[in-house]
Nanobody
Framework: QLRLVESGGGLVQPGGSLKLACTAS?????????VGWFRQAPGKERERVGC??????????TTHYEDSMKGRFTISRGDNTVYLQMNNLKPEDTAVYYC???????????????????WGQGTQVTVSS
């Protein structure tokens, strides 16, 4: 059974960078899963950050980002890990960040909108001076 664990969160000053990792275990088929990153700030609904398609071939991997993250956030993937590189962080990026996975062959941006059925526990990102 696929399990996801996020790591890399912490406290960073405005303008700084963090790289989150979403590490998969319990399945040898992670490359068949698309992965989404989401976040939830205190008192707010969960929102989508972006997504990356499954990783069968580096040539075919696609990504999509929500407008407020474009140019600042980058999603990439390795064999068992999906990364979220966050640059030029702002106080409004403060949230718990979650990764989620779904077995899907859809490409981004379409795969961003499918129901994700495997979730990690989240990692806190705080942007503050």
């Amino acid at each position: 059974q696929l399990r996801l664990v996020e790591s890399g969160g912490g406290l960073v000053q405005p303008g700084g960078s963090l790289k989150l990792a979403c590490t998969a275990s319990g399945s040898s088929s992670f490359k068949y899963y698309a992965v989404g990153w989401f976040r939830q700030a205190p008192g707010k609904e969960r929102e989508r950050v972006g997504c990356i398609s499954r990783g069968l071939s580096n040539v075919d991997i696609t990504t999509h980002y929500e407008d407020s993250m474009k140019g600042r956030f980058t999603i990439s993937r390795g064999d068992n890990t999906v990364y979220l590189q966050m640059n030029n962080l702002k106080p409004e990026d403060t949230a718990v960040y979650y990764c989620a996975a779904v077995s899907s062959g859809a490409s981004a941006p379409f795969v961003c909108s499918v129901p994700y059925n495997v979730w990690g526990q989240g990692t806190q990102v705080t942007v503050s001076s």
